[in-house]
T-cell receptor, first 111, second 114 residues
Framework: ETGVTQTPRHLVMGMTNKKSLKCEQHLGHNAMYWYKQSAKKPLELMFVYNFKEQTENNSVPSRFSPECPNSSHLFLHLHTLQPEDSALYLC??????????FGPGTRLTVT | AQSVTQLDSQVPVFEEAPVELRCNYSSSVSVYLFWYVQYPNQGLQLLLKYLSGSTLVKGINGFEAEFNKSQTSFHLRKPSVHISDTAEYFCAVTHGNQGGKLIFGQGTELSVKP
């Protein structure tokens, strides 16, 4: 595997379900990010991790819970989501805060 | 606060024609600038970047961009587009000391017609 990978690529979940999104980077980077991309809206930065420490939480609702066990892996735990949370969730990584490299995204649908 | 404005939400163009996608940013300090491309149902791919040095930056797929500090612009250009260039293009800006926080523009949808 190379670059940034994300699983699953597609996810459909009910409002009472609990699920997790996974991101893995194979680039040796020290920073990882979660973004939300909704239709017709700019990319929204959700969380930033540097060397496994969370350095940014962009006022994200608590039903989204990130986890970064090491510099290569990033998770986004989801529970009690709302239909408006349906979006493409993108993970990215970078070295020393320069250009970011993105994964293919997880298309989430909340029913 | 930083902001990025992509002046055109949609740009239709015929195949083999030149194209320019416009991007303006607001910042009072030195910036790093990027262009990303997003094909349908995919993540963002880095096209090119300006960190320092020459103001004319060349990227992948024949694209280039010019950093103009006096006009706070970073327009993306290609002299001859292909059908395969149809995608969404995003301009982004950051400072080096912001822990990698990128500010993205709203995106420009490039549609190349035969």
């Amino acid at each position: 595997e190379t670059g940034v990978t994300q699983t699953p690529r597609h996810l459909v979940m009910g409002m009472t379900n609990k699920k997790s999104l996974k991101c893995e980077q194979h680039l040796g980077h020290n920073a990882m990010y979660w973004y939300k991309q909704s239709a017709k809206k700019p990319l929204e930065l959700m969380f930033v991790y540097n060397f496994k420490e969370q350095t940014e939480n962009n006022s994200v609702p608590s039903r989204f819970s990130p986890e970064c066990p090491n510099s290569s892996h990033l998770f986004l735990h989801l529970h009690t989501l709302q239909p408006e949370d349906s979006a493409l969730y993108l993970c990215a990584s970078s070295h020393e805060g320069y250009e970011q490299y993105f994964g293919p995204g997880t298309r989430l649908t909340v029913t | 606060a930083q902001s990025v404005t992509q002046l055109d939400s949609q740009v239709p163009v015929f195949e083999e024609a030149p194209v320019e996608l416009r991007c303006n940013y607001s910042s009072s300090v030195s910036v790093y600038l990027f262009w990303y491309v997003q094909y349908p149902n995919q993540g963002l791919q880095l096209l090119l970047k300006y960190l320092s040095g020459s103001t004319l930056v060349k990227g992948i797929n024949g694209f280039e961009a010019e950093f103009n500090k006096s006009q706070t612009s970073f327009h993306l250009r290609k002299p001859s587009v292909h059908i395969s260039d149809t995608a969404e293009y995003f301009c982004a800006v950051t400072h080096g000391n912001q822990g990698g926080k990128l500010i993205f523009g709203q995106g420009t949808e490039l549609s190349v017609k035969p």
